[in-house]
């Protein structure tokens, strides 16, 4: 069961769940959806909104359903999910089940989707999207590392519309 909170009255490590704990990225409705895991984005404070901040590669399956959407979740599993969220990174959506293939039980969170496993699901409304530009790194060695393909992520920031806890 869950229950919907007040973002504002949420305590957690946004460093410990979203780097080491990860989280899964999900947007579509029950027919038709898509997840992927990501430990790279923030939440914050935007425009007088408390916001998330997502970074996806322009190959990623579930980016076709976060553009199409208007609204996905941001998702945080207890450890023992840890094996379903590697086949979430690395398995794509466009070959595999991945929600079956990991054990996932799709839920209606608000006007998106997420799981029935999580721990605590963010709605997210996106607000702005834009590709990172290889023009505007200071750290040019981060496009070495991290771009050698040229595939730059796009960062979106979306308005945390509900947010639910497991009870």
Known sequence: MFEKIDIKNLSFKPFELIGNEWMLITAGDLQSHNTMTASWGGVGIMWNNPVVTTYIRPQRYTKEFIDREKYFTVSFYDNQFKPALQLCGTKSGREVNKTKEAGLTPKIFGKSIAFEQAKLVIVC???????????SFIDCQIIDSSYSNNDFHFMYISKIVETYIKK
């Open 125 to 135: 409304e996106k607000q702005y999207v834009q590709q990172l530009d290889p023009k």
